[in-house]
């Protein structure tokens, strides 16, 4: 069974442009959340979406959107790049949303480097 | 809305010897509590988790408790191996967020053999 995959694995842009990041969650996966981990902030929450609604959001600007697709896969876009916007981009999958069941599945992530 | 802290931020035990990871939170309507592993470069994976009907729950060397009138829960690993060593995240969500973790600031913890 194919775990969480998300692409691109490394990324590396420059500020003011913009990026689009994926994620292919586990088949039967209806549920794809977002974070966003650095060494100073840890993991925080980005975003949630549960069949192809935004069903939860945290405390990021505008410039930070995802969507998701009638096959549960996941994007995520960030326009207008900043420095501070380096991270590495988690998304995670569960089976049922609200559901406590089961927890997170995460993929490994894509490292965005903003130079 | 929900705030999780976490502690030690670092902790270094010799191989054989006990963890403990502590975690507070402020939302007495959280009900589940999972705890994840980061190895370095590596996704964070659960390894064991709560639900707020429970006080304590052991999956071989590892176990968790829960406190709900105190609002804090831990992680105790014993019989520690080097390949214990990572960075453990400990999480809490209310049951109205959605799938909305929030996530403590981490532990590293190093095994030294």
């Known amino acids: 069974k194919a775990g969480v995959t998300q692409t691109p694995r490394y990324l590396i842009k420059t500020r003011g442009q913009q990026v689009t990041l994926s994620c292919s969650p586990i088949?039967?996966?209806?549920?794809v959340s977002w974070y966003q981990q650095t060494p100073g902030q840890g993991l925080q929450f980005l975003f949630e979406y549960f069949s192809e609604t935004q069903r939860n959001k945290g405390n990021f600007p505008g410039r930070f959107s995802g969507r998701q697709f009638s096959n549960s896969r996941s994007e995520m876009n960030v326009s207008t790049l900043e420095l501070g916007d380096s991270a590495l981009y988690l998304c995670a999958s569960s089976l049922v949303t609200g559901s406590l069941d089961y927890g997170y599945t995460f993929g490994s992530g894509t490292r965005l480097t903003v130079v | 809305g929900e705030n999780v802290e976490q502690h030690p931020s670092t902790l270094s035990v010799q191989e054989g010897d006990s963890a403990v990871i502590k975690c507070t939170y402020s939302d007495s309507a959280s009900n589940y509590f999972p705890w994840y592993k980061q190895e370095l470069g590596k996704r964070p994976q659960l390894i064991i988790d709560?639900?707020?009907?429970?006080g304590e729950k052991k999956d071989q060397r590892i176990a968790v408790t829960l406190n709900k009138t105190a609002k804090h829960f831990s992680l105790h690993i014993t019989e520690t191996q080097p390949e214990d060593s990572a960075v453990y995240f400990c999480?809490?969500?209310?049951?109205?967020?959605?799938?909305?973790?929030?996530f403590g600031s981490g532990t590293k913890l190093n095994v030294k053999p």
């Open positions: 088949s039967g996966h209806r549920s």
């Open positions: 709560i639900r707020s009907n429970v």
């Open positions: 999480a809490a969500t209310p049951p109205y967020n959605f799938n909305k973790f929030y």
